[in-house]
């Protein structure tokens, strides 16, 4: 019966999915007029790139709204419930309390560096530096909707079948093959390391965590809610282009990079999506990569990637931090007791179970067989050490 | 009048006897480990804070004003106790005299560790039981619940579900129960469980687990570097002291061990089988099995028990740094890790057994079952299985609180130590051999 109810609300989920990308172009949240689809460097230094820029700042003060709006609501509702006691006065006054914190690692530094290093790039890259390289298609949500960048990324053509088809055959050829060669060298650890999407949930996350604010934990159900709305996802993510869609009007990654760089394209559901995805991803960490089309069918590619996640089963001590941690909700990595390696499709390398694990190597991130991150007690005890030591 | 006199007099002969057998052995049990040879300077802290709750009868020696709570099991979050502003003590017992007391009300199969504690609760002169606000006991057996509804009688009691698997819906419930503890904590204590106040003991107690974490890193790097019985003796007083306190006297054990370690002194200069004691809980003053060990020519390597390394090994590792976060923080250290037998999949107590065979180069098991533990014995059977594979020798040891069995346990612990040394490599035999 409850297997029953849950196909069903499923299948409701993907219906309303399916109409509000097939409708999508008669959704519009903010339209820029004729003319304004183009950028320069000057364009960005004037006050004409405030007007572009302007559905974005509508974007982040109605997701604010929405997030104050929810903590209030949640507040509220809860103070009389059994639980009263979960969120009945017991934040800090102005931050006195610290909870235990421990000393930021260099891989984690590395990794927050290159995903702003690389945003920019994706971002502004083309215009700051002249570059323009089309060639070059990199599996990253990054919207090649803009010309202006560097490389491409790839879920422009991978999103629109019928219009990379009508490109002459040496294009197609060169599209498939870059795609491939970074899929291969670096599997989801693009997602981890250089999604400008990934750094703006990130972000969010990193407000919660200073706002001291409750988010969502980990839970099984939650997960594989989460699945066949990924499935369909990548049906509309391929398909939708077919059936006279527009991925693009759909997609909430749109409003990122293309607006910061100056062009004034028009937002259709996306903007709504997008509001919807910050506020999500401000209380659950990396909500959308849970559903990302783009992110999956790479991962899928993950038995032969080069990131791998490895695990020494024999100094595991199941406590579970890592699935706690995990933004992915990637269970096996602390059920696992016999293989070494526990890469998994959803896997996007962010190191957070590496970052958590108390036991010397039970965890590590290695790159072709070196490790780049290894698990050890005394960074996750480094909260606790005393001063003097 | 004159047959409630004599009552009178009759009760208080017997809380004399009671006091004299009690603090009698208590007394012996420290003597004895305390002649033990190897002792690391700093040990005689742990030694005194045994010495004042058993044998002086003291309670806990805190500041006049603060609260004790009494814990019954490691899956007690002693960081909550802390944030409430109280001391939490590990009342779990191992007293002889109390089991004698407790075996008359307890019935005859239920477990000494329940019946000692029932025991002490009847006489009512243990002032580390008597001086409790309450009393936390997680329903992790059939005895447990029942100790639960009796200690009632007596003082304020929460009991706490233990779920019997650790899905992701059983540590939410069991979040939740912190919550309701929470509640009852401060209506006992009449401070707030506030984000400050919970960071602080989060601070205090994972101390603590840093200077444990060292100990057992020094005791892995280098064997023999310390008698396994002054481990578990260490382990034994950390349920009557304030985490704090513990953890500086626990630093001065390091900082001796580990200049031990650069001198490369040892305990012994032989090569004694090195032992791991798993099973039932080994409490102070129940230590006659790992004494024994000792004393016959073994050395506890490792211990895998309740009141050794499993309450404190795992840090509460915090993922999400709000209140909620803390909390959950706190529930998923204490289901997830433990290798409870309350668990019904428990198999993670092998891999357990396993890692520290690997990591303490353990040549043989000793599988202690209190009379009436079921929840072990029932494990006994698939860890021989599993340990045979990996050709480490396991015994049972079946024993209760008292001391009749003494000379049988010595017997059958010195014919398992001879075993393993006639399986020892036998380079080391001829070496012996050419001494002569």
């Known amino acids: 019966m409850r297997k029953k109810k849950r196909i069903i609300a499923a299948g409701i989920i993907c219906a309303v999915l399916l109409a509000l990308a097939y409708f999508a172009a008669y959704l519009p949240f903010y339209k820029f007029g004729e003319g304004s689809y183009a950028t320069s460097l000057k364009k960005i230094f004037s006050s004409e790139y405030i007007k572009t820029v302007a559905p974005l700042f509508i974007i982040f003060a109605v997701s604010a709204l929405g997030i104050v709006l929810i903590v209030c609501i949640r507040k509220k509702l809860m103070s009389k419930g059994r639980n009263s006691s979960v969120y009945a006065n017991r934040y800090s006054v102005r931050g006195a309390g610290k909870a235990p914190k421990q000393k930021l690692s260099l891989f984690m530094m590395i990794r927050w560096a290159l995903m702003t290093a690389f945003t920019v790039f994706m971002i502004w890259g083309g215009l700051l530096s002249g570059l323009r390289n089309e060639n070059i298609s990199i599996p990253v949500f990054s919207c090649p909707a803009n010309t202006v960048q560097p490389t491409e990324a790839s879920c422009y053509f991978l999103s629109h079948l019928n219009v990379l088809f009508t490109l002459p055959i040496k294009n197609i050829i060169i599209f498939f093959v870059s795609t491939l060669l970074f899929t291969i060298l670096l599997g989801r650890a693009m997602c981890g390391f250089l999604c400008p999407m990934g750094l703006i949930q990130d972000i969010m996350d990193k407000i919660r965590k200073k706002t001291k604010t409750k988010g969502i934990s980990a839970n099984e159900k939650m997960y594989s809610a989460f699945k066949p709305i990924k499935w369909f996802m990548i049906l509309l993510f391929i398909g939708l282009c077919f059936i006279g869609g527009n991925f693009c009007d759909f997609c909430p990654a749109i409003t990122v990079s293309p607006i910061l760089a100056g062009l004034g394209v028009s937002l259709y559901v996306s903007g709504f999506l997008m509001i919807f995805i910050l506020i999500g991803s401000f209380f659950k960490r990396r909500l959308f990569c849970n559903v990302c ?45 016999e293989k070494a390696d526990v890469t998994e499709a959803n896997c996007i390398m962010c190191g957070e179970c590496v970052k958590c694990c108390p036991e010397d190597n039970a965890l590590s991130l290695t790159v072709a067989g070196k490790k780049l991150y290894t698990a050890s007690r005394k960074n996750v005890m480094s909260g606790y050490a005393p001063k003097d030591h | 009048m004159i047959t409630i006199s004599r009552d009178q007099e009759r009760k208080a002969r017997q809380d004399k006897r009671f006091i004299n057998k009690e603090t009698q052995t208590s007394e012996k049990y420290l003597r004895r480990i305390e002649e033990l040879p190897g002792a690391p300077e700093g040990m005689k802290a742990f030694l005194d804070v045994l010495e004042h709750i058993y044998v002086d009868m003291h309670g806990v020696d805190i500041p006049q004003r603060q609260k004790t709570i009494g814990t019954y099991c490691v899956m007690v979050p002693q960081e909550l106790i802390y944030a409430a502003g109280a001391v939490p003590v590990k009342l779990c017992s191992g007293n002889y005299t109390a089991f004698f007391i407790g075996d008359d009300i307890a019935p005859r199969d239920a477990c000494p560790l329940v019946k000692a504690v029932a025991g002490f609760k009847h006489t009512g002169l243990m002032p580390v039981y008597e001086n409790c606000s309450m009393m936390i006991v ?53 401070n707030k469980i506030t984000y400050d106040s919970l960071s602080a003991a989060f601070y205090k107690v994972g101390r603590a687990q840093y200077e444990l974490s060292e100990f057992i890193k020094l005791k892995r790097q280098s064997p023999y570097l310390i008698r396994g019985t002054h481990a578990m003796t260490i382990m034994n007083a950390y349920g009557y002291m304030p985490a704090d306190k513990w953890a500086d006297a626990l630093r001065s054990v390091n900082m001796s061990l ?30 006659k099995i790992p004494l024994l060990i000792e004393e016959m020519g073994g050395i506890v390597a490792g211990d895998e028990t309740c009141m050794g390394e499993r309450g404190m090994w795992d840090p509460p590792v915090i993922t999400d740094n709000s209140f909620d976060g803390m909390m959950r923080a706190l529930a998923n250290r204490s289901l997830r890790p433990c290798p409870c037998p309350t668990f019904a999949d428990n198999s993670q107590r092998i891999y357990r057994l396993k890692q520290l065979i690997k990591e303490n180069q353990i040549q043989g098991v000793i599988y202690h079952v209190l009379r009436g533990c079921l929840v072990y014995d029932f494990e006994y059977k698939r860890i021989e299985d599993e340990l045979g594979k ?17 000379e049988q346990l010595r017997i059958r612990i010195e014919a398992f130590i001879e075993l393993i040394k006639l399986r020892q490599p036998v380079e080391k035999n001829t070496n012996i051999r050419r001494e002569l």
């Open chain 2, 258 to 287: 580990s200049l031990r370690a650069v001198k490369g002194e040892k305990v012994t200069a032989k090569k004694l089988p090195r032992i791991l004691l798993t099973g039932s809980p080994i409490v102070f003053p129940n230590m």
């Open chain 2, 138 to 190: 997680p329903v992790t057996c059939d005895c447990k619940k029942k100790i639960a509804g009796m200690l009632g009688d007596y003082c304020d009691v929460m009991t706490m579900h233990v779920p019997t698997t650790k899905n992701d819906d059983d540590i939410d419930e069991f979040v939740d129960q912190l919550y309701d503890l929470a509640e009852r904590l401060e209506s006992i204590t009449g």
């Open chain 2, 390 to 406: 990996l050709d480490i020798p396991v015994i049972r040891l079946e024993s209760d609180y008292n001391e009749e069995d003494v």
């Open chain 1, 293 to 337: 089309p783009l992110g999956y069918l790479v991962g899928l590619f993950h038995k032969v990637s080069l990131f791998r996640i490895k695990k020494d089963c024999t100094t595991c001590t199941e406590c579970g931090a890592c699935y706690e941690a995990c933004p992915m909700g990637i269970k096996t990595i602390y059920t696992e007791r």
